[in-house]
């Protein structure tokens, strides 16, 4: 038997329902209006809130795919992503199943001392700069990816899972003759595939977006990010705009070349560097709530 609603309730789901709505037309209208204009080749100057091109073109795509100077950056963000991603789920995984053993002795010292409080308090920028420095690592794609794998916030989350994983089956497992290492991969890792899948997304979209860091660590141009390289094509625009015009001429297009502006490359690209994201995600989107939810309650 369904319980009837309350009049309070039908007006709360009402609102959510408005509220949410909105927040959503109000994400996705700057995204279509980039990908508006990078398909628009003309019209440019005029007020317009309309978000279909009035002369659509694939111009400004084949621009940025005909630019070689990108594929680098591309294969270097795809690299750090991938790698970093396994890395990062791999030693935050070990982590946490540390951090679980709730009879191990000074837990509570790694938890609140060595997680919490850096999660909180970092060092700072000149101090990290150092550390790299010392290492060897500058100017180099490890100084995108090892100072990043660790993460305090993501280690308690994947410890709160692990917790609602019933103990019986880690005893079982030892009793066959399991070692700690094999109960590790055996049995905990394949049943935290949710919230490894769910933190995964988060951990991939921020090694993909790298930036600062590539500022900071990395002075070989061949060893750019694909948004150092983003940033780079958006903020130099009279120096590129007679090579874009040439590369515009040499395609055979039929467009005028006042209207090859830099505000449609530009989104040509920010529409490109979201692909990767948007196909990976509806294969990981089923895993956030079963994931993220139990992650942080259980326990």
Do not use: H
């Not at 935050?92 to 679980?100: C, E, H, I, V």
């Not at 055996?186 to 951990?203: D, R, S």
């Not at 009279?238 to 070349?257: I, R, Y």
Request: charged fraction near 15%.
């Amino acid at each position: 038997m369904l319980l009837k609603r309350t009049r309070g309730e039908k007006i709360f789901n009402v609102f959510n329902i408005i509220f949410f709505c909105l927040f959503t037309i109000a994400m996705l209208v700057p995204v279509l209006y980039v990908l508006k204009i990078s398909f628009e080749t003309g019209g440019f100057g005029e007020l317009s809130i309309s978000l279909i091109p009035q002369e659509p073109s694939t111009m400004f795509y084949k621009m940025v795919l005909q630019d070689k100077s990108i594929w680098r950056p591309f294969l270097n963000s795809v690299f750090i992503t991938v790698v970093g991603t396994v890395l990062s789920l791999f030693v935050n995984a070990m982590g946490a199943y540390t951090l679980s053993k709730r009879d191990l002795k000074g837990v509570n010292f790694f938890v609140y001392y060595l997680v919490v409080i850096p999660m909180l308090f970092s060092g700072g920028l000149i101090p990290s700069y150092l550390l790299i420095r010392e290492l060897g690592l500058m100017d180099s794609l490890a100084a995108l990816i090892i100072p990043a794998l660790a993460s305090g916030w993501n280690m308690i989350l994947i410890r709160n899972y692990y917790w609602s994983i019933p103990s019986s089956l880690i005893e079982s497992a030892r009793i066959d003759g399991a070692e700690e290492f094999t109960v590790f991969t055996k049995v905990i890792l394949p049943l935290a595939t949710p919230v490894l899948a769910a933190i995964g997304l988060f951990t991939g979209v921020g090694f993909w977006n790298t930036f600062f860091s590539a500022v900071i660590y990395i002075n070989d141009p061949s060893k750019y990010t694909f948004t150092v390289k983003l940033r780079e094509m958006i903020a130099v625009q009279q120096d590129l705009q007679k090579q874009f015009e040439k590369m515009a001429m040499d395609s055979g297009e039929d467009l005028l070349l006042a209207n090859l502006t830099q505000e449609g490359l530009s989104s040509a690209i920010m529409i490109i560097s979201l692909i990767p994201i948007i196909i990976v995600y509806p294969f990981l989107q089923k895993y956030f709530v079963t994931g993220l939810m139990v992650g942080s309650i259980k326990g």
